[in-house]
């Protein structure tokens, strides 16, 4: 992704890469508002959408062994506990943007009336159980990302028998959820959405090998990079879901092309404004941030390799204020606004209704810090 030239026109320390966005609220009080608005459009809050999955007998049985965990480290029990505490500071979105996009859209002018009295609230069975899915999808692999990396197991992080146990219940569980999804996907009998997620759950995979597999402590992960890792791993099943959307409706390539770059924009600038929260908060200076952020990217490339290797032998504290003090966190405000600003123009090439409001106010959200 060659974006980066578009820059131009726009005038405490972490390395853990297991926190996969969630969409947590970056402001509560608007956020939580935006979302309880648009919930109400589309008939139900859609952090309960998979509920009948994680109340499965499998899914039980899985969850009396996390049990076990209570009392060690293992970020599998933080992960489970996002479930069930859903408030102003968790709620799962991708369901939420993809059942809004399938009512924004509405029926095509090609589609058969026989369809239409299946809709309710304007959405289709079909793209209802596809939210779903992307959710679950979603789930998944927060599930997988929460395997501890037993080389670096120490005393305090528990028993290593308990964190071999919580691996073994981390890959169990994201595989039922993973599984369940894919059986769903395959009742869609639509070949074109079955391509569009499964490529989706490609580049997840391959998201997360490039995070693995690129280090920013040497100086090895560019602009254009972040911007590729970044999109595979939080923006490409948001993107994709939203344009299968369009598929089952049987829109035509012009609006699946809008509902794609929406859901792609969309998840870039909630991304970039996630990682700004660290350097945008007053009295914030023990605040965990990751050094792949955006503002730390921006930074390094701004002093040169060999000044951030040695900023990097800096107390966390004071590496924080030296990359608020250049052009960084600027810079990754203003890709922030550019993300926010294109999901808008896509959402605005739909017919004004409810559901393309509750979209605007979303995009608009993620551009407030």
Same mark, same amino acid.
């Given at each position: ?119 309710? #609230? ?92 690129? #280090? ?72 965990v941030f990751s050094l792949d952020s955006a503002p730390v990217v ?28 250049? #052009? ?42």
């Amino acid at each position: 992704m060659a974006a980066w030239s578009r820059l131009a026109c726009l005038g405490s320390l972490s390395r853990t890469r297991r926190g996969l966005s969630i969409f947590s609220s970056t402001s509560p009080s608007n956020w939580t508002k935006v979302v309880s608005d648009a919930e109400k459009i589309v008939g139900y809050p859609t952090s309960f959408m998979s509920l009948r999955c994680l109340l499965s007998d499998e899914l039980s049985n899985v969850a009396m062994h996390v049990r076990k965990l209570v009392g060690t480290k293992h970020p599998l029990l933080n992960t489970a506990r996002g479930f069930v505490y859903d408030s102003k500071h968790n709620l799962q979105m991708r369901g939420l943007v993809v059942l809004l996009m399938s009512k924004a859209a509405g029926p095509s002018s090609t589609s058969s009336d026989v369809l239409l009295p299946d809709m309710v #609230s304007g959405i289709y069975p079909s793209q209802r159980n596809l939210a779903e899915i992307t959710e679950l999808i979603h789930t998944a692999f927060l599930v997988h990302r929460g395997i501890v990396n037993l080389k670096e197991w120490t005393y305090s992080d528990g028993p290593l028998k308990d964190l071999q146990f919580g691996n073994k219940m981390a890959i169990l569980s994201g595989d039922f959820l993973l599984a369940n999804a894919c059986t769903g996907l395959a009742q869609l009998n639509n070949t074109k959405v079955v391509e569009l997620i499964s490529s989706a759950i490609g580049d997840l995979v391959q998201g997360v090998y490039h995070e693995s597999s690129i #280090s920013t402590e040497e100086g090895n992960l560019s602009l254009a990079s972040w911007e590729d890792q970044t999109f595979l791993s939080h923006g490409a099943l948001l993107a994709k879901s939203c344009q299968a959307a369009m598929e089952l409706a049987r829109h035509d390539a012009e609006a699946q092309l809008l509902a794609y770059r929406y859901g792609k924009h969309l998840a870039l600038g909630h991304k970039l404004n996630s990682d700004l929260q660290p350097f945008q908060k007053s009295g914030s200076d023990s605040a965990v941030f990751s050094l792949d952020s955006a503002p730390v990217v921006f930074h390094r490339l701004i002093v040169g390799h060999e000044r951030w290797l040695h900023q990097l032998q800096q107390v966390q504290h004071n590496l924080r204020r030296l990359i608020k003090t250049e #052009s960084g966190v600027s810079q990754a405000a203003d890709l922030c606004t550019y993300h926010g600003t294109k999901a808008l123009e896509a959402i605005r090439r739909f017919p004004a209704s409810e559901a393309r409001s509750a979209l605007e106010n979303i995009a608009s959200a993620v551009m407030k810090f």
